[in-house]
């Protein structure tokens, strides 16, 4: 993706000197791609590994592996460090309009192939995690039935983050609540503490771990996935520190996800990409949190389902229980 | 009581147990077989992750932590019995005394081992020490955990110097290394009054201090639970429910543990039928206080029948989990206490099984508080395979939790072939037998 997208950059703009073309880290290979390097010698060297890489001059050269340097790339104590510092002046809010969903689960399933987590298509079908489900509920016998997608509801006043003995889940400044798997213990009291089960668990050895296993850890995005830890949504702060929306938000084909900053009083729509005033669209809509009884002060807001755009197709059988609306 | 023990029948009785092996090392075979075969079930559990339970995402906590809050709950009689019921000056518990202590030094070492096995990253363990939090619940555990196990180990060792010298010059052909102990653990022991002193007032310290800690090691476990928004453990009365639940269960296992000593150890003599009702009373009592929390916890919910309690307390009165609640609930509590009011009940034999079916009852009540709740999420176990939310411990679990109970029975048989299952010193001072007379001594 990224390579394709730089390459019509290249085209439109021939100014670019080589060395702003590589810092970019272009870098193509027979087979291989590369982002995110940079040519320190084109000498070839005794290991005889060699990478073919574009040149500024749109030729493609051969050059040896270990010449390559990582610029760009954080280092996973600066990524741990970024992680728990925020994305400053920033406080991320996500407003879901519960009359746009009709159950498509394409949110799931982003979320799930962007944080490495199994879906009921692997295996057996006996290993499924959710950052993001998309529940079906009822508010009571007489009122349809509805949709609503569920994260984690990044409270500010958080059960779970409490309850951690080591401070392995912590909120952010920027209104995120996330989870460090290198420092998790295993004890899922969090798991427990929530009262929303936002919260999964690596009961297994993670999907694809030997896919994953030279990557940076990147507290922001929990991945790569590691057995025994607790994970749970982070409203892909990788993304948001990239400018971009998050997973879960983009892959919706509905208009269901507005997501933005409260500071600024702004929500995008992950769908539409318009862009509305937070504060009116929560008043206009009888937006409402989830279990305010609990005084959680999620940071997800809800708007009611009145006037949903979709006929309402119940997947449940009969007898099965919904607990809470 | 019957006629006046002379000293030196008394250090023959109580150390000849010491002495004799028949079929000790049987019984540490079986308990080290038991806790090998846990100990595969953790080698399982340590290569597969905590996959290899049956834990899920809905039911993350299941067997090891109902096991933690037995051991925890077993653990906490040591306190009653040696501190409480001593401080109020009650003669009755001399000789039963130690055997309470050693329960709660067995169960309570084993309660923070369980926990490990809980632990999804156990090597992580020390970064409970590292990044320690003050808020966690589990942080106040952890801490009073090893502050109650060290104040009972403190507890189980001062009562045992003046025995020291007894067991030095009668243990005369035991081997090195247990001389070596008992030269150690006397401490320069002579007998001195000023020792006497010295030695009373710290027990006395230490047998008030245990109060307050016991209290708080009982109350914090149940925050673990009661500190979550949770139907079911979202309760303002787990704490004291959770503690005089923890002395029924305690009592019952001292009375087990007073039956199996008073027959194997010969010490039918100290350990009386009077000693057995006493216990059995005591039990009535516990019983009678643990009824009154359990109406409290169950039937003001109930009878209100709140939107979330009302499935919980269904599936516990009526549902799929009615069985084991209601078997646990008569079989562990109300039967028993009926049946401890009879005098025939209270004798030896019948009061060591009515305890047993306690232990049990009471083991089960711990899984029917931790598991049940957890089947009720807020919101339903969408997009997830069923079995998520149905949960019954695999063998994994079950080998792992035999492990503990075994290891915690082996500290107590290991300690109780060490050292006498009951304080020399003590017991003589019941008989009338002086400081002087024990100094003087000899075999």
Not at chain 1, 77 to 90: M, S, T, V, Y
Not at chain 2, 227 to 250: E, H, K, L, N, Q
Request: hydrophobic share 45%.
């Amino acid at each position: 993706m990224k390579i394709k997208k730089q390459l019509e950059q290249k085209d439109n703009n021939t100014k670019n000197t080589r060395r702003e073309f590589l810092k970019k880290g272009v870098l193509a290979g027979v087979g291989t791609i590369l982002a995110g390097g940079i040519v320190t010698s084109f000498n070839a060297t005794a290991s005889g590994k060699t990478v073919n890489v574009l040149g500024p001059d749109g030729k493609v050269k051969t050059v040896a592996k270990e010449h390559l340097k990582d610029i760009g790339k954080k280092t996973e104590a600066q990524l741990q460090k970024a992680g728990r510092e925020g994305i400053p002046n920033r406080r991320w809010v996500m407003v879901i309009d519960l009359g746009k969903c009709k159950n498509d689960q394409r949110c799931m399933e982003a979320c799930q192939t962007h944080h490495q987590l199994w879906t009921s298509k692997d295996g057996k079908g006996d290993k499924v995690q959710h950052h993001i489900n998309v529940h079906e509920l009822k508010r009571n016998e007489k009122s349809g039935g509805f949709f609503m997608p569920k994260t984690c509801q990044h409270c500010d006043n958080p059960p779970c983050t409490k309850v951690c003995p080591v401070d392995a889940t912590y909120k952010r400044d920027d209104g995120i609540v996330l989870i460090d798997n290198l420092r998790c213990i295993g004890c899922r009291f969090c798991v427990a503490a929530c009262p929303y089960s936002a919260r999964v668990f690596n009961w297994h050895n993670p999907k694809d771990e030997e896919k994953y296993a030279d990557k940076k850890y990147n507290v922001e995005l929990n991945v790569p996935q590691k057995r025994g830890t607790v994970t749970k949504c982070v409203f892909s702060a990788d993304r948001l520190r990239e400018g971009e929306l998050p997973y879960c938000v983009s892959a919706c084909g509905n208009g269901v996800f507005w997501f933005g900053d409260e500071n600024e009083d702004a929500v995008t729509n992950g769908t539409t990409k318009e862009t509305v005033r937070l504060s009116k669209l929560l008043k206009d809509n009888a937006a409402y949190t989830l279990m305010p009884e609990l005084a959680t002060r999620p940071r997800v807001y809800y708007l009611p389902e009145k006037d949903r755009i979709f006929p309402f197709e119940s997947k449940k059988k009969e007898g099965d229980v919904n607990h809470h609306a | 009581m019957s006629e006046k023990k002379s000293l030196n029948k008394i250090v023959t009785d109580l150390t000849k147990p010491i002495k004799n092996h028949r079929w000790f090392m049987l019984w540490i075979l079986f308990l080290l077989s038991v806790m090998g075969f846990g100990l595969f079930g953790w080698i399982t559990q340590l290569t597969e992750g905590l996959g290899s339970t049956a834990l899920t995402d809905y039911i993350s906590w299941g067997l090891y932590i109902s096991g933690f809050i037995f051991f925890v709950a077993t653990a906490l009689i040591g306190m009653l019995i040696s501190s409480v019921l001593g401080l109020l000056g009650i003669k009755w518990i001399t000789p039963i005394a130690r055997i309470a202590e050693l329960i709660a030094v067995g169960f309570a070492m084993w309660a923070g081992l369980i926990i490990v096995f809980d632990m999804g990253r156990p090597e992580r363990l020390l970064n409970v020490f590292i990044h320690g939090r003050l808020q966690s619940p589990i942080t106040w555990d952890v801490t009073v955990v090893m502050t109650y196990v060290t104040i009972s180990i403190l507890l189980y060792l001062l009562p045992l110097i003046p025995d020291m010298p007894f067991l030095k010059k009668t243990m005369t052909d035991a081997p090195k290394w247990k001389q070596k102990i008992y030269s150690i653990l006397s401490f320069g022991w002579v007998g001195s009054p000023e020792q006497y002193k010295i030695i009373k007032r710290s027990i006395k310290v230490l047998a008030v201090l245990i109060i307050p800690v016991a209290l708080a090691i009982h109350t914090v476990t149940s925050w673990l639970f009661a500190m979550t928004p949770r139907i079911g453990w979202d309760s303002t009365i787990f704490g004291p429910y959770y503690v005089t639940g923890a002395f029924v269960a305690g009592g019952a296992a001292v009375m087990i543990a007073m039956y199996v000593f008073s027959r194997t150890y010969n010490l039918k003599e100290y350990i009386t039928d009077f000693h057995f009702d006493k216990m059995g009373k005591l039990l009535v009592l516990l019983m009678l206080v643990y009824l009154y929390f359990n109406i409290n916890e169950y039937i003001v919910p109930g009878y209100k029948m709140k939107q979330g309690d009302d499935i919980h307390i269904l599936n516990l009165f009526v549902g799929h989990n009615a069985k084991l609640f209601w078997s646990v609930q008569i079989c562990g509590m109300i039967l028993p206490l009926i049946l401890f009011l009879f005098k025939r009940m209270r004798k030896p034999l019948p009061a060591m099984i009515i305890s047993i079916a306690i232990v049990i009852g009471a083991f089960f009540k711990r899984y029917i508080i931790t598991v049940p709740t957890l089947e009720h999420p807020a919101f339903p176990a969408d997009n997830v395979p069923a079995e998520y939310l149905i949960y019954w411990p695999n063998w994994v679990e079950w080998s792992i939790t035999m492990m503990a109970i075994a290891g915690a029975i082996l500290i107590v048989t290991i300690l109780a072939k060490l050292f006498p299952i009951m304080p020399i010193w003590e017991v003589a001072h019941e008989e009338g037998i002086t400081n002087e007379e024990m100094n003087e001594f000899e075999v």
